[in-house]
């Protein structure tokens, strides 16, 4: 079954304590891109990757890293989370960038305390 | 940064009534593309108009696109409870390469039984 999965879904964690989100794809997809949902402000975009080795920042970068070292996996990494990065986050990923259809991975809440 | 903006925000039907969602954006489009979310999951996508295209079908639904007035309709026909949740457009603008696709904030529609 073609299908982005993220892990973890629910994650709570304190200031300060680096972690990493995973995403993976089984579609062969060459752009794979994160974002972040919060109430009234929808979706926006933090990182994309169009390839291998080849990322890019979204609109909301600040506070995140992202690495593209093969091209199933596209893990966000938080190196020193604060509270507002409180949020629910989708990887997506699509076979041609934005010119075809967008699949999106269950989500990952996370809280920040 | 947003481009497309749903209206109305907010949408309360009967089932068996049509639900229609429009979406506006600024610049030039390579695509539109429109998204449904259940509460708290993943982005599900629908179906994708390109530039040149002025209307789709898809079962129940259909897309219209008005280049000139860079507006978008969604048409939910005989609509159902499960067709509850949240609706969101989607652009892939010329600007960017179309490395990006940039959401609204969303149409959220409850049909009550």
């Known amino acids: 079954e073609a299908q982005v999965t993220q892990n973890p879904r629910y994650l709570i964690t304190v200031t300060g304590k680096k972690l990493t989100v995973t995403c993976s794809q089984n579609m062969n997809h060459e752009y794979m891109s994160w974002y972040r949902q919060d109430p009234g402000l929808g979706l926006r975009q933090i990182y994309y990757?169009?390839?291998?080795?080849?990322?890019d920042k979204g609109d909301v970068p600040e506070g995140y890293k992202v690495s593209r070292k093969e091209k199933r996996n596209f893990p966000l990494i938080l190196e020193s989370p604060s509270p507002n990065q409180t949020s629910l986050y989708f990887c997506?990923?699509?076979?041609?960038?934005?010119?075809?259809?967008?699949?999106f991975g269950q989500g990952t809440r996370l809280t920040v305390v | 940064s947003q481009q497309g903006e749903e209206d109305p925000q907010a949408l309360s039907i009967q089932e068996g009534e049509n639900a229609t969602m429009n979406c506006s954006y600024k610049t030039s489009i390579n695509n539109l593309q429109w998204y449904r979310q259940n509460s708290g999951r993943g982005l599900v996508h629908l179906i994708l108009?390109?530039?040149?295209?002025r209307e789709k079908h898809s079962g129940r639904l259909r897309v219209t696109l008005d280049t000139s007035k860079k507006s978008s309709s969604l048409l939910i026909t005989a609509s159902r409870a499960a067709d509850t949740a949240s609706y969101f457009c989607a652009t892939a603008l010329r600007h960017s390469g179309y490395s990006t696709l940039t959401f609204g904030k969303g149409t959220m529609l409850l049909v009550s039984p």
């Open positions: 990757s169009m390839n291998v080795e080849v990322t």
């Open positions: 108009i390109r530039s040149n295209e």
């Open positions: 997506a990923s699509s076979l041609s960038g934005a010119r075809t259809e967008a699949f």
